[in-house]
């Protein structure tokens, strides 16, 4: 005899053939990499702001700007990761390096300037006699970017760890 297939047939098997949908990718080595790297700089700006200012200030942990550049290391894990795991060699590796070269030149040159010249305004509307209507605005946030210091030790941090979480994997 003919067998009929049903659609709730076809359903059924599909869901057995498929694997259970993961929360988060464990097994993806550069996400993971890109990540920790990024937490790990973030976290380490408590210790770098308070050996500067003597001082602990949590906010850092949720700020940009400072020493080591977390967008920094992000990217440099992450591309160090593709290459370690599908080789120099390919578009993706390619795509990871352009991407990072692309976000550290913008942490330290357009975000730094930015930072700069809205130190810069503060200080005129700072100087404004209080009847102007400027005075009162809020101030400009001034830590935007990074020196090129800071992004150079952030790609070196993002290299090392994504180095270590290879060795370890």
């Given at each position: 005899?003919?067998?009929?297939?049903?659609?709730?047939?076809?359903?059924?098997?599909?869901r057995s053939m498929s694997a259970p949908p993961m929360i988060f990718p464990s097994n993806n080595l550069p996400l993971l990499s890109a990540l920790l790297a990024?937490?790990?700089?973030?976290?380490?700006?408590?210790?770098?702001?308070?050996?500067?200012?003597?001082?602990?200030?949590?906010?850092?942990?949720?700020?940009?700007?400072?020493?080591?550049?977390?967008?920094?290391?992000?990217?440099?894990?992450?591309?160090?990761?593709?290459?370690?795991?599908?080789?120099?060699?390919?578009?993706?590796?390619?795509?990871?390096?352009?991407?990072?070269?692309?976000?550290?030149?913008?942490?330290?040159?357009?975000?730094?300037?930015?930072?700069?010249?809205?130190?810069?305004?503060?200080?005129?509307?700072?100087?404004?006699?209080?009847?102007?209507?400027?005075?009162?605005?809020?101030?400009?946030?001034?830590?935007?970017?990074?020196?090129?210091?800071?992004?150079?030790a952030g790609a070196i941090f993002g290299c090392i760890v994504s180095y270590l979480m290879r060795t370890s994997a």
């Open positions: 005899m003919n067998e009929v297939t049903t659609a709730a047939d076809v359903s059924s098997s599909y990024g937490a790990l700089a973030q976290f380490l700006k408590l210790f770098t702001t308070w050996f500067k200012e003597k001082r602990w200030n949590s906010k850092k942990l949720f700020e940009s700007g400072g020493m080591p550049s977390s967008h920094s290391a992000t990217v440099t894990a992450l591309a160090v990761a593709v290459g370690f795991q599908e080789g120099i060699g390919g578009s993706t590796f390619a795509l990871a390096v352009v991407l990072s070269a692309v976000v550290m030149y913008d942490a330290s040159g357009v975000r730094l300037h930015a930072g700069r010249q809205a130190e810069l305004l503060n200080q005129i509307v700072c100087e404004l006699p209080p009847e102007h209507p400027l005075s009162n605005v809020r101030p400009l946030r001034e830590l935007l970017g990074h020196t090129p210091l800071q992004v150079v």
